[in-house]
């Protein structure tokens, strides 16, 4: 079992910047493919990035450019720089690992950390 707990989320303004953190319990950390998703009130759970074993990342459309995952694998913690955001960026921000390699396919999920960017 694999707990994620996250944390930084807030209350910002629009054009400014904030920094998501997700801490993993367990040993196995490097060994996941792991992702950040939001949910907006009202709409579907969405991945924004992910970042596999290998330190490779990917990113939804709507962030790239702005947003940017990293993984410190020997403090068992992901990361979500967030610059320049925007009132469309307010979500719940969660953290996910994956077994298996596939970051759109989690097993485990964190609480979620709530972030609002004011216009």
């Known amino acids: 079992q694999v707990q994620l707990v996250e944390s930084g989320g807030g209350l910002v303004q629009a054009g400014g910047s904030l920094r998501l953190s997700c801490t993993a319990s367990g040993r196995a950390f490097s060994a996941y493919a792991m992702g950040w998703y939001r949910q907006a009130p009202g709409k579907q759970r969405e991945l924004v990035a992910g970042?596999?074993?290998?330190?490779?990342?990917n990113y939804a459309n709507p962030v790239k450019g702005r947003f940017t995952i990293s993984r410190d694998n020997a403090k068992n913690t992901l990361y979500l720089q967030m610059n320049s955001v925007k009132p469309e960026d307010t979500a719940t921000y969660y953290c996910?690992?994956?077994?298996?390699?596939?970051?759109?396919?989690?097993?485990?999920w964190g609480q979620g950390t709530q972030v609002t960017v004011s216009s």
């Open positions: 996910a690992a994956s077994v298996i390699g596939r970051v759109d396919l989690p097993k485990y």
């Open positions: 970042i596999a074993r290998d330190g490779s990342q």
